[in-house]
């Protein structure tokens, strides 16, 4: 198995197991490629609320971004924060009256 294909399968192992979507008796399954490039991810900054995962991760085209995935969707990006190719990092990712608060850094 290659480094970049290990990575990938860690990426939705983590996501699933995270979010407590899997079910007793059930493997985790892959679900969506965040990233169909030959490099993983690198998802970061787990956060579950509302029976949804929030995370950082980088699909190749967008830069580190913060994404969102639940028990039946593939994960989706929530928003291209730092327009283009380049990484806003999401990152502290909290939860604050029922609304998902996160930093960024912005590279100048």
Do not use: R
Not at 11 to 35: H, K, M, R, T, Y
Not at 45 to 70: M, P, Q, R, T, V
Not at 72 to 92: E, R
């Amino acid at each position: 198995m290659k480094k970049a294909e290990f990575f990938k399968l860690t990426i939705f192992f983590l996501c699933f197991v995270s979010a407590c979507i899997q079910v007793e008796g059930q493997n985790p399954v892959l679900v969506d490629d965040i990233n169909t490039f030959n490099w993983d991810s690198g998802p970061s900054e787990f956060l579950e609320f509302n029976n949804k995962l929030y995370f950082s991760a980088d699909d190749g085209i967008h830069g580190k971004e913060l994404w969102e995935c639940d028990a039946t969707n593939a994960p989706i990006m929530v928003a291209d924060i730092n327009p283009g190719s380049y990484d806003s990092y999401p990152q502290n990712l909290i939860v604050f009256n029922n609304k998902v608060f996160y930093s960024k850094i912005i590279k100048l």
